[in-house]
């Protein structure tokens, strides 16, 4: 960490990790870091991303960076949602606005759908969980579901499992091969075409209409960069605002643009 000849009020914007890490930074080389936070309490997107039974070392990270704003003393506004960053002219800005998630709106019924953030923050689901979408994230969901003793099934549009780049293999191997043993339905090359009360409607790669019964559906088609603003002269974009990444993409990117103010 080096400190700044320089200090300087720095505004940053979203209060997920990106966020704090980059105000841990700032405070930590003499800045002084304001967060401004629309919700009503810290961490963002990642709340739903570690809330799986199986990542207590992530919830116990997300718990750290919250300890960290407060041993720091660094300013937090919850409930503060800022639509411009106009008014923080002649300031640095670090914008951390996360993403948004693909809603598959093309879809009849894409309303009945629960969205895989509001599932794993509680939204309660049935016996058996059509999960749209064989992501990383889609995999986690359907393997949380299962050691919860539901019944999920995959539906995924490419030819394979947690297809995305950037995870780590050990991860993937484990997923695919869990849901091997356990024989989770798995239907590959399968897009969704509607959403019905009790089941859903999707197609195979030959063209063929499939009907496949399940009491709930979650969505998992991915997320969005969500920038509040473009970024440029005093303001940066850390996180998923800028691109899509992982966790640790997240903090190495608040990392080095808070060295670097």
Known sequence: IVKTNNPKTVHIIGGGIGGMEAARVLKLRGHNPIIHEKSDVLG??????SAESYKGKLRDLLTWYKKQMTDLQIE???NDNVESVDA???NPVIVATGSTARVLRSV???EKMIEACDYLTGTP???????IGGGLTGCEIAYELALQGKKPIIVEMKDDLVSQKGVCL???SYLREWFALHKTPVYLETTLQAVNDGHIVCKDKDGNEVKIDCDSVISSAGYIPNPLTKGG???HLVGDCMQIGNLRTVIW?????AMKI
């Not at 963002?44 to 991303?49: E, K, N, P, Q, R």
């Not at 990117?253 to 643009?257: D, F, T």
């Open 76 to 78: 937090v506004c919850l």
């Open 170 to 172: 050990a991860n993937s």
């Open 108 to 110: 009849p019924g894409n």
């Open 233 to 235: 002269g005093n303001v």
């Open 253 to 257: 990117r608040a990392y080095e643009v």
């Open 44 to 49: 963002g997107t990642f709340i739903a991303a």
């Open 88 to 90: 923080f002219k002649g």
């Open 125 to 131: 689901v049935g016996e058996t969980v059509a999960v």
